[in-house]
């Protein structure tokens, strides 16, 4: 079994829609809980970063972590075109964020 | 600034044989990591470097093995390729690598090695 398990879609929805993308991991080390976005012949860049337990918002990303149930979660609203990508979660036990461990990526269009 | 760079960004090779692959970490930064992209398992970490320094290193059989020069500058080289080791090749600089989100990873576009 994965360390951390990310349904690799493809997903798609039309735009303006809320999307919500999951990913669930065994480890309960694991205290650093990162968001990438990857689009196509490009490398991965960060969005979201939170610590521990709770929510964290920037713009229309949401970022939630749920560390009783090992489930993180990230909520895109009024999603747009230009957010069609592949999303990966990424999770580390240590402040360093060297040596991450990631979901596998999940497809995300969204429909004009 | 520039970022990350590498080179070269598409490579075939036969079985058997070996590659190297550079990374140009953006100036300034010291740490170089390397992962891994496949469909099948997702990005896997190979190994970090910081000041010529191997500081960690993922799960990967001995054919993997890098090096970092005094200018940051990073290669990683496979020996004996396996039809398995076909893959996108992603390196990633940040300052020094000691954490949160004011070390945040930039990562390259990335190698795709296609091994026949």
């Known amino acids: 079994q994965k360390e951390v398990e990310q349904d690799p879609g493809p997903l798609s929805v039309p735009e303006g829609a809320i999307v919500s993308l999951n990913c669930t991991y065994s480890?309960?080390?694991?205290?650093?809980f990162m968001w990438y976005r990857q689009y196509s012949r490009k490398g991965p860049e960060l969005l979201m970063y939170?610590?521990?337990?709770g929510n964290k918002e920037d713009g229309r990303f949401t970022a939630q972590v749920d560390k009783s149930s090992k489930y993180i979660s990230l909520f895109i609203r009024d999603s747009q075109p230009s957010d069609s990508a592949t999303y990966l979660c990424a999770m580390n036990p240590n402040f360093g964020n060297e040596k991450l461990t990631f979901g596998t990526g999940t497809r995300l269009t969204i429909i004009p | 600034k520039a970022g990350v760079t590498q080179t070269p960004r598409y490579l075939i090779k036969t079985r058997g044989q070996q590659v190297t692959l550079s990374c140009s970490p953006i100036s300034g930064h010291r740490s170089v990591s390397w992962y891994q992209q496949t469909p099948g398992q997702g990005l896997q970490f190979l190994f970090e470097?910081?000041?010529?320094?191997?500081?960690n290193k993922g799960n990967f059989p001995g054919r993997f093995s890098g090096r970092q020069f005094s200018n940051s500058r990073s290669e990683m080289n496979v020996s004996t390729l396996e039809l398995g080791d076909s893959a996108l090749y992603l390196c990633?600089?940040?300052?020094?690598?000691?954490?949160?989100?004011?070390?945040?990873?930039?990562f390259g576009p990335g190698t795709r090695l296609l091994v026949l």
């Open positions: 939170t610590y521990s337990s």
């Open positions: 480890n309960s080390a694991f205290q650093y």
């Open positions: 470097y910081f000041s010529e320094t191997q500081r």
């Open positions: 990633a600089s940040s300052p020094t690598g000691s954490g949160g989100h004011q070390e945040t990873q930039y």
